[in-house]
């Protein structure tokens, strides 16, 4: 069985910091794209990094480049996500996923994973 478990979520004030880490099984992790996305009540699933098979390309949406950065551990079958300056519109609901294939403009679309995660909710205070 696939699994992928994230952990790392909680509640900080604006321009703190957290680090998501994603523990993933039950698949050849080392040739996944991994990638991570974010979804707010009533709001489509948003994009928000991603990285290659073996970390040594990413891929970043706009709003977050700068302040977030992906990296994953193939050894550990981890990918993370830490993100820095956080701000208010930062809060909802993180969840890591898995794409088969190689990264590509794919991977910046909920429609190309193939496994996600139960998600893990980052709140940022003002």
């Known amino acids: 069985q696939v699994q992928l478990v994230e952990s790392g979520g909680g509640l900080v004030q604006a321009g703190g910091s957290l680090r998501l880490s994603c523990a993933a099984s039950g698949l050849t992790f080392s040739r996944y794209v991994m990638g991570w996305f974010r979804q707010t009540p009533g709001k489509e699933r948003e994009f928000v990094a991603a990285?290659?098979?073996?970390?040594?390309?990413?891929y970043y949406a706009d709003s977050v480049k700068g302040r977030f950065s992906i990296s994953r551990d193939n050894a550990k079958n981890k990918v993370y996500l830490q993100m820095n300056s956080l701000k208010p519109e930062d809060t909802a609901v993180y969840y890591c996923?898995?794409?088969?294939?190689?990264?590509?403009?794919?991977?910046?679309?909920?429609?190309?994973?193939?496994?996600w995660g139960q998600g893990t909710q980052v709140t940022v205070s003002s």
């Open positions: 990285i290659s098979w073996m970390g040594s390309s990413t």
């Open positions: 996923a898995a794409q088969q294939g190689l990264l590509a403009a794919g991977s910046g679309r909920e429609k190309g994973y193939d496994y």
